[in-house]
């Protein structure tokens, strides 16, 4: 089975500061990666994915994703933090199939909080 | 964009009861839904996937007799947690895919908070 890590349970960064949230996998064959964000009291949002390509993946709300073969990591990242990117954070990976269609199977979250 | 509802948003029931969650898709229509579940600190964990006007797909050490799914239409799936007890309390999600076979078009609800006490 396909698997990701997110070895951080909080992250804290200062507004304004590059962040960067930390996610390695664990793939049989091409890895299909992903980030979503969940909110409080809202379902997981899409932020970004990797398929092929470009290492530099580039997603919702000034967020992009590195893609890393060597070290097997798609850490997100962002150039200047916001408040209002405090969220928790999942990484998931395209894991099988079931019931016809193609599971996906998530990280245990990385809460990021942004300090005024 | 594409919206998912939950209802309730929380619940607490007696053990031994069982407890309703529909999953409804507002503005399109969901061929597939899936359920998840959540635990604190933990991710989410898939339950089942279910198709309309079919029977659910149970994830491998989920009880079918116990979390009953129905997805009667293409816009309401829903979710009875049968006899519940405590260690069913938890955060359970639902998410709706239109057509296509791709993760991301995957939309999801805010979630139910059971607690069964």
């Known amino acids: 089975a396909q698997s990701v890590a997110q070895p951080e349970d909080q992250v804290n960064v200062a507004e304004g500061n590059p962040l960067t949230v930390k996610c390695t996998y664990s793939v049989s064959g091409n890895p299909y990666l992903f980030w979503y964000v969940q909110y409080p009291n809202r379902g997981l949002q899409f932020l970004l994915k990797?398929?092929?390509?470009?290492?530099l993946v580039k997603g919702s709300y000034g967020f992009e994703a590195e893609f890393n073969k060597s070290q097997t990591s798609f850490h997100l990242k962002k150039p200047s933090a916001l408040v209002s990117d405090s969220a928790l954070y999942f990484c998931?990976?395209?894991?099988?199939?079931?019931?016809?269609?193609?599971?996906?199977?998530f990280g245990t979250g990385t809460k990021l909080q942004v300090i005024p | 964009g594409a919206v998912v509802s939950q209802h309730p948003s929380w619940v607490i029931c007696k053990s031994g009861t069982s407890v309703k969650i529909e999953c409804r898709s507002l503005d399109f229509q969901a061929t597939t839904m899936f359920w998840y579940r959540q635990f604190p600190k933990q991710s989410l964990m898939l339950m089942a996937t279910s198709n309309e006007g079919s029977k659910a797909t149970y994830e491998q050490g989920v009880e079918k007799d116990k979390f009953l799914i129905n997805h009667a239409s293409l816009t309401l799936s829903t979710l009875t947690v049968t006899s519940a007890h405590p260690e069913d309390s938890s955060f359970y999600i639902c998410?709706?895919?239109?057509?296509?076979?791709?993760?991301?078009?995957?939309?999801f609800g805010p979630g139910t908070r059971l607690t069964v006490t």
């Open positions: 998931a990976v395209r894991d099988g199939w079931s019931g016809g269609y193609q599971k996906v199977t």
């Open positions: 990797y398929i092929t390509g470009d290492n």
């Open positions: 998410s709706a895919r239109a057509e296509g076979l791709d993760p991301s078009e995957q939309y």
